[in-house]
């Protein structure tokens, strides 16, 4: 089978950490790739912002990153991308005629509406997966929030005119039904985690953890990172490391971490958080692993990838009840989950695994075990290899299999 990838802002290629850089990126990427290695073709289509990059860039046996011309060959932000999403979808539908794949798979609005533009022209079927939506961002952000204003009309347009929506939680689902999006045509496969670079530590070189906690992830507002700084008031001789956000020598000059201190001063407890800024994919394991717990407590979330990075590290997890959280997250098993914004839930979550070890520990191996049972890629990909046969079917398509 051909898929063709579309994530507009979110390549795979990306660097991590930053503002537009986060999930989506390693989604579509350890997507992309579980699925080559099934033996099929993948192309991942995203839009050129730098002059340098080439056209088309190998990401491993079967996948290749496509940089489209849409705009200037420089950063934007993703809320400022809408004005060039015509000129990648007319850029798009070219390139897909040369060589037309068996399926879309869209990733974020933008994206979709490029995608349905192209296979409008080539009559080819769309997946789309959404990874937020604009309704819940406006419902938690209110005037702060600085997506487009068409965002959410366009998002239940292409709701109600792709193939499929691959939802990453029952969360969304019950949000795209407030849409009046028809429930048949959504389906929910959960986002995955790498489970070799994310795996506990041997118990042969496993040692006493300190009283430390970590947050990893981009360092917004709605991250809930507050929240957290906020909660250490009641958690006595404990540590909150924070991962994420720009490179370690452009901290003090960053707005974001400039009121995370200031939120920390006034809660005494600054000399008890450290931020490190942006820290390598690969050594995100290693840091997990030296927490006791792992604090991941956002207004909302999509998804909610950090959690299950931490439970395939044996981490356990204190997490918002919100999106993803609640399927990814047993409460009680794995981890603890608790109100979002509430500082006080928090420090008594932390506390009761802190203070109890064997507790913590029988919930790290409970964690390991389900990320691996149930998120690790090969099975996300045959579920989305699933539904893109469910759409080729339903189109009476049946393409060939393509060895790797």
């Not at 839930?345 to 507790?359: C, F, G, S």
Request: proline share 8%; charged share 25%; with cysteine.
């Amino acid at each position: 089978m051909k898929i063709a990838m579309i994530s507009e802002h979110a390549s795979p290629l990306a660097a991590l950490g930053g503002v537009d850089s986060g999930g989506q990126n390693v989604h579509v990427a350890s997507l992309a790739a579980a699925i080559a290695a099934k033996g099929h073709e993948v192309r991942v289509y995203t839009r050129r912002d730098d002059p340098g990059l080439a056209e088309r860039v190998p990401l491993g046996d079967g996948v290749t990153v496509v940089h489209v011309p849409a705009g200037p060959a420089e950063p934007v932000g993703k809320d400022g991308m809408l004005p060039y999403v015509p000129e990648f979808g007319r850029w798009l539908a070219a390139d897909l005629a040369a060589d037309p794949p068996d399926i879309l798979h869209s990733h974020f609005w933008m994206s979709g509406l490029a995608a349905l533009a192209a296979a409008r022209e080539l009559d080819l079927p769309v997946a789309h997966t959404y990874h937020a939506l604009g309704a819940v961002k406006r419902r938690h952000q209110g005037a702060d929030d600085t997506s487009p204003p068409e965002r959410i009309n366009a998002e239940t347009m292409i709701g109600r005119n792709v193939d499929t929506v691959i939802a990453t939680c029952g969360d969304e689902v019950t949000e795209l039904l407030r849409m009046r999006v028809p429930r048949r045509r959504a389906c929910v496969v959960p986002c995955g985690v790498d489970t070799d670079l994310f795996v506990p530590e041997p118990v042969a070189k496993s040692t006493p953890k300190p009283r430390r906690l970590v947050s990893v992830g981009r360092l917004v507002p709605r991250k809930g990172l507050d929240t957290v700084i906020e909660a250490l008031c009641g958690i006595k001789d404990a540590e909150l490391v924070v991962a994420g956000g720009p490179e370690p020598g452009e901290l003090d000059r960053d707005p974001e971490v400039a009121r995370l201190r200031a939120v920390a001063e006034a809660a005494g407890v600054a000399s008890r958080v450290r931020f490190l800024g942006r820290v390598p994919r690969e050594r995100v394991p290693e840091l997990l692993r030296s927490a006791a717990l792992t604090v991941c407590v956002p207004w909302y979330e999509p998804f909610g990838m950090v959690a299950l990075e931490s439970m395939a590290c044996g981490v356990p997890v204190v997490a918002s009840a919100v999106g993803g959280h609640k399927e990814t997250v047993v409460n009680g098993v794995t981890g603890i989950l608790v109100p979002p914004r509430h500082p006080a839930a928090v420090a008594r979550a932390a506390k009761r695994l802190l203070d109890e070890p064997l507790q913590r520990t029988a919930y790290g191996i409970a964690a390991a075990d389900r990320a691996r049972s149930r998120y690790g890629w090969p099975r996300i990909a045959a579920e989305t290899l699933a539904a893109y046969g469910r759409v080729l079917a339903a189109r009476g398509r049946r393409p060939e299999r393509r060895a790797s």
